[in-house]
């Protein structure tokens, strides 16, 4: 399997800062890779997919860019609905897997 | 809009079978797409378990194929999840997704603990 590792696993930002998050892929995955969103008690939602196509509905705060193993996600201007979780996915190869998440708290 | 709506047994027992369905509404569960299920639980995060296509065709996660299996009933417009031999390895909050690797829309979840 894939396996896909994300950093940092929690940090605390505040509102208006541009927050990158990061995602490596234990081999290449060329540009196969999703990210979404998570708040708490809900399901996730997809923000980003091709590893820099933003899917239809979410704001152009979030961007992801990358390609092979390396890869991020970056919110320009962060708001006080950004609060959640965010996990990466690799969508190259069955079994599709995912990062473990990084949780973002709003100072 | 479509919308996924999952149900079943909130509580199974260790050894027993875990059965859930996932309501499609909003649109045909024939249409052109690929419908899976994916679990999340604090211990092992969020794991893709498998997919199927309208066709009936799946795939499953190769670590849970042995004990998995998805259906598909057109007439109710719904998808179904059987798993096996459950242990506590196995509790989580199981969601169905629409799409295959990209999954574009979620249900709520359903949780799901196995214990005596």
């Known amino acids: 399997d894939i396996q896909m590792t994300q950093s940092p696993s929690s940090l605390s930002a505040s509102v208006g800062d541009r927050v990158t998050i990061t995602c490596r892929a234990s081999?290449?995955?060329?540009?196969?890779l999703s990210w979404y969103q998570q708040k708490p008690g809900k399901a996730p939602k997809l923000l980003i997919y091709a590893a820099s196509n933003l899917q239809s509905g979410v704001p152009s705060r979030f961007s992801g860019s990358g390609s092979g193993t390396d890869f991020t996600l970056t919110i320009s201007s962060l708001q006080p609905e950004d609060l959640a979780t965010y996990f990466c996915q690799q969508t190259d190869k069955a079994p599709y897997t995912f990062g473990q998440g990084t949780k973002l708290e709003i100072k | 809009q479509v919308q996924l709506q999952e149900s079943g047994p909130g509580l199974v027992k260790p050894s027993g079978t875990l059965s859930l369905t996932c309501a499609v509404s909003g649109g045909s569960i024939s249409s052109s797409t690929w419908w899976s299920w994916v679990r999340q639980s604090p211990r092992k995060g969020l794991e893709w378990i498998g997919e199927?296509?309208?066709?009936?065709?799946?795939n499953y996660n190769p670590s849970l194929k042995s004990r998995v299996t998805i259906s598909v009933d057109k007439s109710k417009n719904q998808i179904s999840l059987i798993l096996t031999s459950v242990t506590a390895a196995d509790t989580a909050v199981y969601y169905c997704?629409?799409?295959?690797?990209?999954?574009?829309?979620w249900g709520q979840g359903t949780r799901v603990t196995v214990s005596s």
């Open positions: 081999q290449s995955i060329t540009k196969f």
């Open positions: 997704a629409r799409g295959s690797g990209r999954f574009v829309g």
């Open positions: 199927i296509y309208q066709s009936g065709t799946t």
